[in-house]
């Protein structure tokens, strides 16, 4: 099963080389017969797969034995806090800074940082557990196979590949932006604008595309040397941030300050669910696990640290910015440099569009490195062709995966406003982050064999409660001013979380590092994950639905069969071994043993 796609006959295999079953060769796509065959079987397959669970083991060893060739071991907490950080501050702070302030929160936009900050950093907390102890490139798509079944993995695998490419996309279009500011130009001139397109689809960005060009082919030829880069571009990306501050600071008014919250605490809440897209990035940083020397010391550090200093950086960066101009006067497409323009520092325009690229170039680069590792890991399992899995033997990167999820990204960019893709990708980033604090209670508190019936009973009403009255908030808050649906839901979630932390022992401890006071650190980041979506607008969930809809289309037809062949295959592979390890035992114990004397009867 690993040499699939990988050498046939003895020949080497290059990437983005294409052969025969390459992208279905698992029995049921050998012929149309077998394929009705399977999908006339669709309903005991699901049964078989969708809760099925996949072990520590599987996903460390047996996983990346597909692959064919191991990813290099070359990362260190200080290159993985560089990635957290060049990953993370790109077009978030530079572009959605000045949306949201104008038009959605006004200088309160620093609140809207922190509370996005603060739902962030719990969902570190839960990612670092992860990471330690189940360090592979499959990053949140791993960690809910193990915990909550394939069909939940599957689907959230989906929503993370629509992240990274709508997250892509929206970067590399700010990249154009703010080129085109360090050129003298309006942020859309270097945009070709077709008037008889819907104006959010109509404004088509070329230079977006050779941008993620260049991205591709450093992402496939190295992670160390991405890294390097990486390091170079964000430091110099700091020494920007620093001097904006600093020079900003200079021109402050604090009259701008007036109104402080002129949309009230709601637009707060309701700029904090669009600019967690400023915090996504991290979770590429957990898929380096896999290339990571040491990932009980360095993973902890690297992930942490960089949020931690992310967070200080955005909420001064935001400060700033609406200490400089009044927020009804933020341009949505560059704010910082008009707002350097507008108090009369146009030179510096320059050095922050500059600035802003180098950030951009790194977040663009770092969500490659991440998005290929989730598509090489989903591909192991065959719910995605196994062609993306492979591993170039030279560079240890997965070529083809890094190659395809770049493509998809250029195709959005090239005709979509930032607007819908901003509001698209917080959904998913939010659902995801959810699903991953889930999994990491019931990883603590449930194992089989370990767990009771009736703990695994308690465990789900508990899990029940929290989920149904952290919907209940969000859903108040969504269509009520009031506070009674806040007296019934918050109890509820303390009440599920408590009963959860006294009445339910946990099944399994961290070996190596583990989020601190659980439950109800990772019970509160499901409230606030969730709590963030009531405050996303209704065609982005249209969108959302119709996305994961297609996703399951997908598993239905493709992804579910792909797994269930490729799980029986492998079961019947393990099993034929285990047989053949007991007759080689069974051998030696009898050729060790005084052959008995025939007993004859008379």
Known sequence: MGGEGAIHGGVRRRGLTFRRNDFFPEESFKSWGNYARAIMDTPWRLKDRVLSRSEDHTELVEM?????????????WWDLMWFGIGAVIGSGIFVLTGLEART???????????????????????????AVEIPVAGGSFAYLRV??????????????????????????????????????????????????????????????????????ILAVYSTKGSSIFNFIATIFHLVVIVFIIIAGLTKANTENYTPFMPFGVRGVFKASAVLFFAYVGFDAVSTMAEETKNPARDIPIGLVGSMVITTFAYCSLAVTLCLMQSYNDIDPDAPYSVAFSAVGMDWAKYIVAFGALKGMTTVLLVSAVGQARYLTHIARTHMMPPWFAHVDEKTGTPVN?????????????????LNILSNLLSISTLFIFMLVAVALLVRRYYSSGVTTKGNKVKLILCLVVILG?????????????????????????????????LCVPQAKQPKLWG????????????????????????????????????????????????????????????????????????????????????????
């Not at 620093?110 to 990612?127: H, K, Q």
């Not at 992240?163 to 070709?192: K, M, N, Q």
């Not at 995966?401 to 406003?417: D, E, P, Q, R, Y």
Request: aromatic content about 12%; some cysteine.
């Open 469 to 501: 009255s952290s919907c209940g908030i969000s859903g108040y808050w969504a269509s009520s001013d009031g506070w009674v649906g806040y007296a019934v839901f918050v109890p509820l979630w303390i009440l599920g979380t408590g009963s959860l932390w």
């Open 147 to 216: 915990e909550l079944g394939e069909f939940v993995a599957f689907i959230a695998a989906g929503n993370i590949l629509l992240e990274y490419v709508v997250s892509g996309a929206a970067v590399a279009r700010s990249w154009t932006s703010y080129f085109a500011t360090l050129c003298g130009h309006h942020p859309d001139d270097f945009r070709i604008v077709v008037h008889k397109m819907n104006p959010d689809y109509g404004h088509l960005d070329p230079i977006s595309i050779g941008v993620l060009i260049a991205i591709t």
């Open 515 to 602: 989020v601190p006071l659980v439950p109800w650190l990772p019970s509160l980041s499901i409230a606030i994950n969730i709590f963030l979506l009531g405050s996303i607008d209704k065609d982005s969930f249209i969108r959302f639905g119709v996305w994961t809809g297609f996703l399951l289309v997908y598993y239905v037809l493709l992804g579910l069969h792909a797994s269930y062949d490729t799980a029986k295959g492998f079961e019947s592979q393990k099993s034929s071994v285990d047989v053949d390890k007991h007759w080689n035992k069974v051998e030696e114990g009898a050729k060790g043993e005084v052959p008995l004397t025939p007993v004859t009867t008379h």
């Open 401 to 417: 995966a890094t190659i395809s999820m770049l493509a998809a990204t250029a195709v959005i960019a090239f005709f979509t406003n």
């Open 104 to 130: 959605v929160v006004g200088p309160a936009v620093v609140l809207s940082y922190v509370v996005s900050g603060v739902s962030a950093l719990l969902s570190v907390f839960c990612y670092t557990e992860f």
């Open 64 to 76: 990346k034995a597909r692959s064919n060739h191991e990813m290099k071991k070359t990362l260190k």
